[in-house]
């Protein structure tokens, strides 16, 4: 279900926004051109319905003020009030008028018809906006069948011109289409834009790690491996087989690039497979695909909680990893039988579980869940899509 947020700024778009500003435009162009005739015909009108008239020129007003810099609310609002309130004068201006020639005036509300059978392309679909035009072109011939019992002088004339007014609703429409599509477009180039600079912005992220990663992390993991006796045999181990992973720079990955499912899988099998761990692999055969970058982010993150079960847990654990064809997922489980620990403890600074795990997982379009507790393992489960 659509957010209600969401909802209204849709009805307010850019380009919307734009089309409401010239059908808005256009009626006070319409509404300067049809003074003389306000002014002429406004002593024959009821009061009521000249203080609505005048109400629906000052929203017109308004709008042409405001509809850069209203909220979607109040303009949608506005939008719906001004063909609504329109069409209510138009349907009872026969009845308002009191001059002795009633049989030969058009009334000088009128002039703004092509104003009112534009606004609902704002807030209705084309075919309901021609459906609501049509009626409001018919609508001051009707008047004068409903309070006169009859037609007037003018009447087939004037329903045909008024019905003339369609044409600036067919202009709108296309100029509405045309608008979107390009609006449309240039959302695509400026998404495409903000992709690469992230990318761009990733891979120089990549490279800063990288030159930390072999110049302090490296040495670090020799001098581990280099010690006898302490740290303890499996630590020593897992330095040596993450010595040996870092020392193999991959290949930067094309955030476009996709592979099957199955083979992401394998390759984080084979990636794992120089850690003190229990691997299991379960593939079951799907023509699903996975893209290479949250292959390689599933595969970083399981290694990770591979490393901090032998760290944390004193422990080799076991990992599965799965693919399911119904529903096409990939899966991957990280169990230990150590003490365990408690997720709301840890210090806020500890940023394994929170970035190089969940943040890892969640940013490559994947979940994570972590269910642990003092003195009964750990299991993380990766998941992915979401």
């Known amino acids: 279900m659509t957010p209600p947020s969401l909802a209204l700024a849709s009805l307010a778009s850019p ?8 059908i808005t435009a256009g009626g006070l162009l319409l509404t300067v051109a049809n003074l003389p005739a306000a002014i002429a015909q406004t002593p024959h009108f009821s009061p009521a319905w000249s203080a609505g008239a005048i109400a629906c020129i000052a929203l017109i007003a308004a709008l042409s003020v405001g509809s850069r810099r209203l909220p979607a609310r109040a303009l949608h609002v506005l939008w719906i009030t001004v063909p609504t309130l329109g069409a209510l004068l138009l349907a009872t201006w026969a009845g308002a008028y009191h001059g002795a020639d009633l049989d030969t005036v058009d009334p000088w509300l009128r002039g703004l018809l092509p104003a009112f059978i534009c606004y609902p392309i704002l807030f209705v679909g084309r075919v309901a906006s021609v459906v609501l035009a049509v009626g409001l072109c018919l609508l001051p011939g009707a008047s004068t069948l409903v309070f006169l019992g009859e037609p007037t002088s003018l009447f087939a004339s004037n329903t045909v011109v008024h019905l003339g007014n369609l044409m600036f609703l067919a202009i709108m429409i296309g100029l509405s289409q ?6 449309a477009r240039e959302s695509e180039v400026r998404e495409a834009r903000r992709r690469e600079v992230w990318a761009h912005t990733h891979t120089e992220r990549q490279r800063a790690v990288a030159r930390l990663v072999h110049d302090d992390v490296l040495a670090s993991l020799s001098a581990a491996v280099a010690v006898e006796g302490d740290p303890p045999p499996v630590l020593r181990d897992a330095a040596a ?60 993150a399981a290694a990770e909680a591979v490393r901090n079960a032998v760290r944390h847990a004193r422990t080799r654990p076991w990992v599965t990893i799965a693919v399911a064809d119904d529903p096409s997922a990939l899966r991957i489980d990280i169990e230990d039988d150590g003490p365990g620990f408690d997720q709301t403890a840890l210090p806020a600074d500890r ?17 994570c869940e972590i269910d642990s507790s003092p003195a009964r393992g750990s299991r993380v489960s990766l998941r992915w899509p979401r």
């Open 351 to 367: 940023l394994g579980v929170r970035e190089s795990i969940v943040g890892r997982v969640e940013d490559a379009g994947g979940r």
């Open 241 to 300: 087989a993450a010595l040996a992973v870092m020392s193999a720079t991959p290949a930067p990955l094309d955030a476009d690039d996709v592979i099957p499912l199955a083979d992401g899988a394998r390759a984080i099998h084979e990636s794992l497979s120089e850690l003190p761990a229990d691997l299991e692999l379960c593939i079951e055969p799907t023509a699903a695909t996975i893209p290479a970058t949250a292959a390689s982010a599933l595969g970083l």
């Open 15 to 22: 380009p919307q926004r734009t089309i409401g500003t010239l």
């Open 178 to 183: 045309r608008l979107h599509d390009v609006y």
